[in-house]
């Protein structure tokens, strides 16, 4: 049946540019296949073209050997399909091959071009440069069906002009742009949103190619979608910013029997939600680089431990004050390296904070080192509670106070040593000889108290010179001096003394005198006339 002119539409031409890889053509072959069923009812000659365009890319990409992809054209006339490959390969020599001559089939080639010469009612090849095939298959009019075009899938297919109507009212009414193409990538269909979005009408788009209207499209992601639709039937979604409208827009493409359609939806708000997703991704990480630095450099100790005791993370500083690696330590719990004597108030305070009795909690305590000895540490604990699916767990500062408490203890025995002694002891200060300390026995000695001692100088408590004591000062504090004096207490009564004096420098570099000063009246009255009482003292 010949088709009445008016019924038949200006078939386009489909057009492929493949790389020489059998995958691509096989995709091809079924989108070729998609174009000829439009035109033609009769598989036998959809068969026929088929075949001798497979036949001729297959032996383009056996024997080529071009750099660049061939080009495959398929197109109606109105009565026959026409159909070439070109390719700019090495080509071959176009005058040897007799298409009339039935090949040898013991030979290497002439068998591909002889079955398309005997399927194909016309075929012409020319050499220039690479090979030409250009085939002819005539007669496809009489199996030509009467179609019209189908907006809501893109086929070409025989529809009622009532349900054509309906399914255009149904694609206005939709949330998404969509629009159809033809196979020269020619606009047949764009509904109301597709034209907004694209700042066109659909009367400006219909029947052009979105390439003549926007140039710029050429090479962009666009082209290289459209065309996996069209050329290898591939359906595809991407995103892009538009070059054309400056906005973001998620492209949905499927190939039709009739070419490709596109779904279009704006995305601008979802995607500045994902870049500012991605901005507090990076300032998170960029926050636990920090965190993490932190944790990994602080001078004491650090350690994140479950509830149940057993340390999470542990820093390196932690490690080295105990004397264990990083991985002895992560998974072991703190009561196996507590002593003893102190676990029980560590366990207490940990269950106050888990009450929420506390926000912190702090005490000393000793741990045992991977090496059996004790070590004392300043431990303040905090419970944190993530608010999502992390398990709440305490956070720990460790602070090394071995060397503290060694100074405590020392200063503990000093001090019973200052309390406790017999003989008077006097800090004095050498610039000035004023009294800065006293102990309990230069309170009982002198009759002071011991404020009022610190309110007086040596030179309150020594009938001697100014200029005498202050020379003694200076020698006891370059190497210390040992003599005898006479000291006067609060009633005046004077008593003679043996004075031990050695200088030392306080923590603020101040210079001061350490007296020992013993009282030796007894001595002198049980040997009278051994020392002279006018010596300076």
């Known amino acids: 049946m010949i088709q009445k002119e008016s019924s038949r539409r200006a078939w386009p031409e489909l057009r492929f540019e493949l790389p020489l890889e059998p995958a691509r053509l096989l995709r091809a072959r079924e989108r070729i296949r998609d174009y000829l069923r439009l035109l033609c009812t009769d598989d036998a000659i959809i068969d026929d073209v088929v075949f001798c365009l497979t036949e001729a890319c297959t032996n383009v990409i056996r024997h080529s050997g071009a750099s660049a992809a061939m080009e495959v054209s ?25 298409l009339e001559r039935t090949p040898d089939i013991m030979g290497t080639g002439g068998r591909g071009l002889f079955l398309m010469a005997r399927l194909m009612d016309e075929l ?13 298959k005539h007669g496809l009019h009489e199996s030509c069906p009467v179609s019209s075009f189908d907006p809501a899938t893109g086929d070409l297919q025989p529809i009622e002009e009532h349900r054509e109507t309906r399914l ?35 009367e400006e788009l219909i029947g052009r190619t979105p390439f003549e209207v926007w140039p710029e499209l050429l090479g962009t992601t666009l082209e290289t979608h459209y065309r996996e639709a069209m050329e290898l039937g591939k359906p595809s979604v991407f995103e892009r910013l538009s070059p054309v409208t400056h906005s973001w827009l998620e492209t949905r493409v499927y190939p039709t029997s009739a070419g490709i359609s596109a779904y279009l939806r704006r995305i601008d708000e979802r995607k500045r939600v994902e870049r500012e997703r991605e901005r507090l991704v990076v300032d998170l990480r960029r926050s636990e680089r920090r965190l993490w630095a932190t944790f990994e450099q602080a001078a004491v100790g650090v350690a994140h431990v479950a509830l149940d005791g057993r340390f999470l993370r542990v820093n390196e500083r932690f490690c080295r004050m105990l004397g264990y690696t990083r991985a002895e330590l992560e998974g072991r719990r703190f009561q196996e390296i507590t002593h003893p004597e102190d676990l029980p108030e560590q366990l207490r305070l940990v269950e106050v904070l888990k009450r929420g009795g506390t926000t912190s909690a702090t005490l000393d305590k000793r741990y045992i080192r991977r090496d059996g000895r004790e070590t004392w540490a300043g431990l303040t604990m905090s419970l944190v509670r993530t608010g999502d699916d992390e398990p709440p767990y305490l956070v720990g500062i460790i602070q090394d106070i071995s060397e503290r408490r060694a100074s405590e203890a020392l200063l503990q025995r000093y001090e019973l040593l200052w309390t406790a002694a017999p003989d008077i002891m006097l800090v004095v200060r050498r610039r000035d000889a004023r009294i800065l300390d006293a102990n309990q026995a230069a309170e009982a000695a002198y009759g002071y108290e011991a404020e009022r001692l610190r309110e007086l100088t040596m030179f309150d408590l020594r ?7 202050l020379e003694q000062l200076e020698q006891a504090t370059r190497g210390g001096l040992l003599f005898e004096a006479v000291h006067r207490r609060a009633d005046g009564r004077l008593f003679p003394v043996e004075v031990s004096s050695r200088g030392v ?24 006339g051994r020392h002279g009482a006018g010596e300076p003292g």
Do not use: C, P, Q
């Not at 694609?171 to 196979?183: Q, T, V």
């Not at 420098?505 to 009278?528: K, M, N, P, Q, Y």
């Open 124 to 136: 012409h090849v020319e050499s220039d440069h690479g090979v030409r095939l250009h085939m002819e």
């Open 74 to 98: 398929v197109r109606f006339t109105g009565d026959a399909v026409v159909a070439e490959v070109i390719d700019r390969g090495r080509g071959f020599d176009v005058a040897a091959i007799d």
């Open 168 to 202: 255009r009212a149904l694609l206005e009414e939709i949330d998404e742009g969509f629009l159809a193409m033809d196979w020269g990538y020619r606009y047949v269909y764009v509904n109301a949103l597709a034209a907004e979005i694209s700042g066109k009408t659909a």
């Open 505 to 528: 420098l306080t923590e603020g570099g101040e210079e001061v005198v350490l007296s020992v000063v013993r009282d030796i009246g007894g001595r002198r009255s049980r040997g009278a």
């Open 463 to 469: 009938a001697d010179s100014k200029a005498h004591i």
